[in-house]
């Protein structure tokens, strides 16, 4: 394994612990962890999400995101609604409590992004995100 290889796993491993600790940090208040608010980010973005779809966005298997869920629910920060036409399926709405948390994942969020990418331009920072996402698909397909 190259060095430059190990150092890009060090500086991917890097900013994921360190952005957990500065959203746990953030979000300590609301009950959230650092696990909860892309749950609840992509269900306020898609209200009736299933737990199925909802696991498939955020990459998560169906037993930690059935975990996930389970979590939120008890926080009340969503409800969980047997789907019409198919009592399996799960449909996942934000209780108002949970859509109370929106804006300040959204500022954290915000202010996370501003601290990691300062002294970088907009368009590097684009070129960064998209460099990413080509990563984690071919991760993905690789596993899969």
Not at 39 to 66: F, W, Y
Not at 85 to 108: C, M, V
Not at 110 to 115: G, H, K, L, Q, V
Request: glycine share 6%; charged share 30%.
């Amino acid at each position: 394994m190259s060095t430059s290889t190990i150092r890009f796993r060090n500086y991917v491993s890097v900013l994921y612990r360190f952005g957990s600790v500065f959203m746990d940090r953030k979000l300590k208040e609301s009950g959230i962890s650092p696990g909860h608010y892309g749950c609840i980010m992509e269900i306020n973005e898609s209200p009736g999400i299933t737990q199925e779809h909802l696991g498939a966005i955020l990459r998560v298997d169906k037993a930690n995101i059935s975990r996930v869920i389970h979590r939120l629910a008890e926080l009340k920060m969503i409800k969980i609604e047997a789907a019409s036409g198919d009592k399996r399926r799960q449909n996942l709405f934000l209780t108002d409590k949970g859509k109370k948390t929106i804006p300040s994942i959204r500022k954290a969020l915000a202010d996370w992004s501003r601290a990691i990418s300062k002294n970088i331009t907009g368009k590097e920072f684009n070129s960064i995100v998209r460099t990413l996402e080509i990563m984690a698909s071919n991760a993905e397909r690789v596993v899969e």
